[in-house]
């Protein structure tokens, strides 16, 4: 199942967020990983990750490096300070979110955000 | 290595390095940017093909290539530096600011200014009533070209000081001489005088004819005439009040002097018909002078009305037995014709802005318009012949100049609010003209005071005149005017009761109609009798002194202070405003 694009757009950047919350990553290794963890629930085109990469990496919640150490040069992201703060708050807003749709009955009592990366 | 052999040494399938190029190329970023994307696409890409999936797969994942271009352009750019960023929205800033300033341009370009008034003709009604056989023009005229008042230079007659010689005084011998060489400009001046009007228009050179030109200019200086060739006939300021020629005032001023050197000439000989002539002649000129109603007319005016009371002082004083008592009484009735001719009127002269405003704006039909691009050419100066032309100037500045001066409206509004101000001012009594700082003068400096104001109404700032002096002036010669008046009545009562009266109020009603003023108080006008001791055994008796004040309002028993640096008849700061007779300090400076 794909998730509508409005609901991407605030999903995603999140999502990135905390794939990176628990260390650096490059590029496909986060295509894979939100494919995975997600069942591709967020799988999202490159077309549109590296363009987000570039946009939180502009907002400065993330930082990146090129690490030429290996077969091919590769760009590493990872979390700066700004990037905690920011996926703080993003996980509370989700939080409180999901258990109002939980309350409506549109979710379960509890969703799983956060904490299972 | 550039981007794309960076791609082509990558060794990914052609369908990868396809993708790649299209989105790289297609992101229109800098050459670092696109090698940094390409880097990464390519690291993606082998990435993929590592973890097991198929170039088509990955090409398919990947998705919509032009897409992904514009959101990593869009992303990348968001990257650059703070200072590229402030550069990039400054120029969006100077770019919608430059659309709007064209757009607006391109509507103030389609207005031009409709001058509706004929302010001129207006300023020339009272010329143009004065019937043919009343005007004294044709009169000046004729003798002006026969006396080659042109070639009239008064150096032979003037003192040390620039001054007109005085009766007894080095020089004055050489007077006779000189008035006689002249006699056809003074005896036209009597004639023309008596005409109930002068009947020549204030206008431009090309409008007179040739020997309104010839007396007017000469045979060889007719500059005007030259300017009114090379003249543009579309130019705006053609027909405007601002370029409008007054060259009579010069020489009737020219004419007034001979009258004054002829009336102490004839005081001299005794001929007390003469000083009459030549007083009355001297009223006719200020008269005339004042038929076109501008500032400059009626300064003009007042200066000749001014300059015969203060002969017939000095000559009262001098030479009184010149004069009967029937030509005093003369005298006397011609005085009180000099009040009128010294009141200021400000309305003509509004109609130099008023003109300049109808040049500047266009006409809306309700009383507003916006800033022209000829009238901003004019204002520049691109419009008097032979000044280069301002037009590129004008044309770039005039959205400018429409954002930041005054709408027609408003200026014109300023304009009237400021002279009725003005006139107010002239309208009050000397003394307090005197005290008072005059409120257009309080405005003008609070306006120059902001830039937002001085912007907006700098066409006022550069073109109002100095309006405070006019009324001063004015009634400074109605005083000495009045004094004149006391000192004629006062000279009467002497030959009638053989002295002096000891109050001025003896004088009233037969001798003078009602009590003088001190316009410099408000106060009655001073009068005392004090022997003037260097006089001859046989007048030896008192002499009367008309005074008024000064500034300080004391009443310092009619003396003029020695120390005083305001020149006479002007009032004194310190010391009494001694009218007559003429201070004796003012004449040995």
Known sequence: MRIERELMRGAGPTAVLQLLSSGEKYGYELVESLDRKTGGVLAMGQSTLYPMLYNLEAKGLIASRIDEAGPRPRRYYRLTAKGKKQLSHDTQQWRALVEAMGAVGVTGRFGAIGGTA | MKWHQTIAASGLPDAAQQIIVQVVKSTRLWRSERADVAMELIAHFADGLDAGHSIDQLVNDFGDPRKAATLIRRAKKRNRSWLWQSMRRFGQFVGVVMVIYIGMWAWLMMSSPKPSVDYVAKLNTAADAVRQADRAWPIYRKAWIEGKIWDLKFDEVMNADNQLVQPGKTGWEKVAGFLAEHAVLVEAARRGGAMPGLGLNAGFSRDYTGDDRLALYGPDTDQSERQARKGSPSSLLDGAVIGMLLPNLGHMRNVSQLLKLDMQLAATQGDGERIVAD???????????????????????????????????????????????????????????????????????????????????????????????????????????????????????????????????????????????????????????????????????????????????????????????????????????????????????????????????????????????????????????????????????????????????????????????????????????????????????
């Not at chain 2, 509004?413 to 003209?433: F, G, N, R, T, V």
């Not at chain 2, 030896?540 to 008849?569: C, F, I, S």
């Open chain 2, 279 to 589: 007083y009355r002649a001297l009223l006719g000129l200020a008269r005339q002078a004042r038929e076109v109603p501008t500032l400059v007319n009626q300064l003009v005016a007042i200066g000749i009305a001014n300059q015969a009371d203060l002969s017939l002082v000095g000559l009262l004083d001098r030479n009184v037995t010149a004069l009967t008592a029937e030509q005093l009484a003369e005298l006397a009735h011609l005085t009180a014709r000099v009040s009128a001719l010294c009141q200021i009127d400000l309305d003509g002269e509004q109609a130099f802005l008023d003109d300049f405003i109808q040049r500047l704006y266009s006409d809306d039909g309700h009383g507003d318009g916006h800033v022209t691009y000829q009238g901003v050419r004019m204002f520049a100066g691109g419009d008097i012949p032979g000044a280069s032309d301002k037009g590129v100037m004008a044309s770039a500045g005039l959205p400018l100049a429409y954002l930041m001066m005054a709408s027609r409206r408003e200026m014109q509004e300023q304009a009237d609010h400021l002279y009725d101000m003005s006139q107010k001012y002239a309208d009050q009594p000397l003394w307090k003209q005197l005290r008072e700082e005059p409120q257009a003068v309080r405005t003008v400096r609070e306006m120059k005071a902001s830039f937002a104001s001085r912007t907006k109404f700098w066409m006022l700032m550069i073109l109002m005149p100095g309006l405070e002096r006019a009324g001063v002036v004015g009634q400074q010669a109605v005083a000495v005017n009045e004094a004149l008046q006391v000192a004629i009545g006062l000279e009467l009562y002497r030959r009638e009761h053989g002295r002096y009266p000891q109050t001025l109020e003896e004088l009233a009603p037969r001798y003078v109609p009602t009590m003088p003023i001190d316009y410099s108080t408000g106060k009655p006008l001073l009068y005392v009798l004090r022997d003037r001791g260097s006089e001859a055994a046989a007048e030896k008796e008192a002499k009367p002194v008309l005074y008024g004040r000064g500034l300080d309002g004391d009443d310092d028993g009619g003396v003029w202070d020695a120390k005083e640096k305001v020149r006479w008849p002007n009032v004194p700061k310190q010391g009494d405003w001694v009218l007559w007779p003429v201070p004796v300090t003012n004449d040995e400076r």
